[in-house]
């Protein structure tokens, strides 16, 4: 018998299979790598470059301190608190929140879903069946700041959003309006007396929401914080030298002060290090125009105590300092110290010109030390 | 091309002819035959059969990509066997049908009829071969009164390195989804014109971001991973980035679809980092000027909806209307209407602008399956006409 091949064909094909399958597994397999970026586009600007915090970036619906320049694009609110109400502290999801008695809760809240989804998700919660769309058409509408809202007035037993035991003879009362993609709504949740007392305040304080004006605190009047230039919250804190003025909160920064005419400090703080003490020092170095430090140079550099360390302390006097931007100003200073806090890089930073600097050297070292955790 | 006989004596009785072809010649023979067409036919049964049945837990997405888009596929049932996946298989019946019924075919009047009908259907797959390799697809959707230069992906992810040029512009490098680092890996990224590297590490497909309080995570925050949600467009993908200066000096900062972009200053100039959708520029802008619907009565279902858009290349503005069954086909792009918006808003609410939402794609070989329709069409009408004529023929000499 003459043995009968498979064409050749169809042997090259299984051998390819098991080849093809072993470089793909071999190709998953490989790890680490470097990547050269080849897509580059020159394009119309999509972003606004505003620096943010991470509070700011992660949480934007929760309210932040006002920042003054490079502050998040949120608009913040005002309303006038009415008698009786307190305000509570903020969630993830509520601008704005407010206590009234032991059980009565108020909030604002802007989320999406839309207007029918909802109402139906609060009916839900007070044990009702869902409305049809047309229905909730023929609600009575009451104004919450600038829009037009619908009442939603529900009475029955009430279960929060843990799901807990039903709390009989309760009311909700809210406001909700659809703007863009957004829901907006103020909603009003307690035991019905109380829902049905409060009422008019409910609607008084929807009518009084409005955008924040400058100097003004949330519930009216003015924020006597807020010409100060309120800073990131940190866990930091610190004395200024005497006639030290506060500068605008910057991007990076825990806090800017400007000692003195065309001198300014701050303390900035790096996550996960930012680089290391030496590539940092080599590079405020760099900015002075002055050639980069070894390790054991950097060791030797006089130290200052900073947050409980001897911190390398840099006195680069009558150079030529080019700032972020790439701005070149001659006979210009730089003092600073830096270190590792917590697997954070903080570093204190004083440019300007020469002989102001060097008046100012000993409330830097004095600034320096006075920075300490909050306890 | 000559073919080589011999024959070969075998012990008693039978005796085997054995016909010595090229290689050339058999790959050619396994290419054309119908063998071939019959086990890519079955192997597209098993295909379509796994496909449907994985529908039951898989959406749509994850399924095209594992077993339509993929040369290769495993099932759970059969982990350790790879079978064919649908690009090789079509591929495979695009040859066999061009090597087959197109260079073997014989060429005589009573064929050509079939001979155009495959040169359709070898066209209908090529263009469906164009589209795989070289087709994006994604939307785009546009406020009244504002403008679009790109359009987005559904399902994919790339991260944007930009920063602002002297002339208001920007500059983006963008790492495109197929180089983001598998989960548990790290990948550096260098290019010509970036100041600093980028190391992208701990991808994750779908999480969301926990605030851990101060002193833990980066800045108090941490990722939480989550499962792939049930729509692909669903996830909402984070890894970490780290930026590092020649000098040493680096940046790290967590990047997540959710949030703004990562703004810091490298090298002189402010840097923006985000984790977005996969992008696609235009060489045009598209405008939506006024969005129309209209509903059915005493009802929120629009029975019909449009557009009315400006299209402005080098300074030259066109108006264009786009609706449901009218899309805008321009420069290898084609937009359609498909959606608006905000939606589930009671009437008497007042809305300030609507948005229209346009699926977008871009398709060398757009009018491809028209075309080859058309050519199929012809064929088919020339074969019947031929066969029809035949037959009244040999009616006629029957009759005679």
Redesign the interface.
């Known amino acids: 018998?003459?043995p009968i091949r498979k064409?050749?064909?169809?042997r090259v094909f299984n051998a390819f299979?098991p080849c093809?399958?072993g470089a793909t597994l071999l190709l998953?397999g490989c790890?680490?790598?470097?990547?050269?970026?080849?897509?580059?586009?020159?394009?119309?600007?999509?972003?606004d470059?505003?620096?943010?915090t991470?509070?700011?970036?992660?949480?934007?619906k929760r309210r932040a301190p006002a920042h003054g320049a490079g502050a998040s694009n949120e608009v913040q609110l005002a309303w006038d608190l009415p008698e009786g109400w307190a305000e509570a502290p903020l969630t993830q999801y509520r601008k704005a929140n407010f206590k009234i008695g032991a059980d009565t809760q108020c909030y604002l809240s802007i989320t999406g879903?839309?207007?029918?989804?909802n109402v139906n998700r609060w009916r839900k919660q007070m044990g009702l069946k869902p409305q049809s769309?047309e229905e909730?058409?023929a609600?009575p509408?009451k104004k919450l700041g600038p829009?037009?809202a619908?009442v939603v007035d529900l009475e029955g037993s009430f279960t929060g959003m843990s799901g807990g035991q039903a709390a009989k003879g309760y009311r909700m009362l809210g406001l909700i309006?659809?703007?863009?993609?957004q829901t907006i709504v103020l909603k009003m949740v307690g035991p019905a007396d109380v829902v049905l007392r409060e009422r008019p305040s409910f609607f008084r304080i929807a009518k009084s929401i409005r955008r924040r004006a400058d100097g003004e605190n949330p519930h009216g009047g003015g924020d006597p914080h807020a010409s100060a230039g309120a800073e990131p919250k940190s866990?930091y804190q610190w004395t200024a030298p005497k006639g030290w003025k506060r500068g605008k909160p910057k991007?990076?920064r825990l806090v800017t002060y400007h000692p003195a005419d065309g001198v300014q400090c701050y303390i900035s703080i790096?996550?996960?290090?930012?680089?290391?003490i030496?590539?940092?020092v080599?590079?405020w170095r760099?900015q002075m125009g002055k050639p980069?430090l070894s390790n054991a140079e950097i060791g030797n550099l006089k130290k200052v105590r900073l947050l409980g360390q001897d911190a390398p302390l840099l006195e680069l006097m009558g150079g030529k300092f080019t700032d972020?931007?790439?701005k070149a100003v001659d006979g210009a200073a730089l003092m600073g110290a830096m270190c590792i806090d917590?697997g954070r890089l903080i570093t204190i930073k004083m440019t300007g010109p020469t002989a102001a600097v060097e008046k100012q050297r000993e409330a830097f070292i004095a600034f320096c030390e006075s920075l300490e955790p909050v306890k | 091309m000559t073919t080589m006989t011999e024959e070969t004596q075998v012990p008693e009785t039978a005796t085997v002819t054995v016909k010595h072809e090229s290689i050339g010649q058999r790959v050619v023979n396994l290419l054309a035959s119908f063998g071939l067409t019959i086990t890519i036919l079955l192997f597209l049964m098993v295909l379509t059969f796994f496909g449907t049945i994985e529908q039951t837990d898989t959406n749509l997405h994850d399924i095209r990509t594992k077993f339509f888009d993929s040369f290769f596929f495993t099932t759970d049932t059969i982990p350790f066997l790879p079978l064919p996946g649908g690009a090789l298989l079509l591929t495979l019946l695009a040859v066999n049908l061009f090597v087959g019924g197109l260079l073997r075919l014989r060429r005589t009047p009573s064929r050509v009829g079939i001979f155009i009908i495959h040169i359709g259907i070898a066209w209908l797959l090529l263009s469906g071969l164009v589209e795989f390799v070289f087709g994006v697809k994604g939307y785009v959707q546009i406020f009244e009164g504002e403008s679009a230069s790109r359009f987005l992906s559904h399902n994919e992810w790339q991260v944007t390195i930009a920063h602002q040029t002297a002339d208001g512009k920007e500059r983006a490098f963008v790492i495109p989804p197929e180089k983001l680092p598998e989960p548990g890996s790290t990948t550096k990224f260098t290019a010509e014109g970036l100041p600093f590297a980028v190391e992208l590490r701990g991808y994750l497909r779908n999480c969301r971001v926990n605030a851990a309080g101060h002193g833990t995570g980066m800045d108090g925050y941490t990722f939480k991973r989550l499962d792939d949600a049930e729509e692909p467009q669903n996830n909402r993908p984070g890894v970490t980035a780290k930026l590092i200066e020649p000098g040493g000096v680096t940046r790290e900062a967590m990047l997540h679809s959710m949030a703004e972009p990562y703004v810091t200053r490298m090298a002189g100039q402010r840097w923006a980092l985000t984790i977005e959708r996969q992008s696609w520029e235009l060489p045009f802008t598209l405008k939506l000027r006024k969005f129309h619907k209209e509903e059915h009565p005493r009802t929120n279902v629009p029975s019909r909806f449009a557009s009315d858009v400006t299209r402005t290349e080098d300074n030259v503005d066109h108006d264009i209307h786009i609706s449901m069954n009218e899309p805008m086909r321009y420069a290898g792009y084609t937009f359609y209407q498909s959606g608006w918006g905000p939606q589930n808003v009671p009437r008497g609410t007042p809305i300030k602008r609507y948005f229209s939402v346009f699926s977008v794609g871009k398709n060398p070989a757009d009018r491809g399956p028209l075309y080859a329709c058309i050519v199929i069409a012809c064929g088919l009408v020339y074969h019947f006409i031929r066969k029809l004529r035949l037959h009244l023929r040999s009616e006629n000499r029957r009759r005679a």
Not at chain 1, 270 to 276: D, I, S
Request: charged share 30%; net charge negative; glycine share 12%.
């Open positions: 018998m003459v064409p050749r064909g169809l299979l093809a399958l998953a790890g680490d790598a470097e990547v050269v970026v080849e897509d580059v586009r020159e394009r119309r600007a999509h972003y470059y505003i620096p943010r991470s509070q700011q970036r992660f949480e934007p879903g839309g207007v029918e989804a769309f909730m058409k609600f509408q829009y037009d619908l309006v659809q703007d863009q993609q866990d991007m990076e790096l996550v996960a290090g930012g680089g290391g030496g590539p940092n080599n590079r760099r980069p972020m931007d790439g917590r």
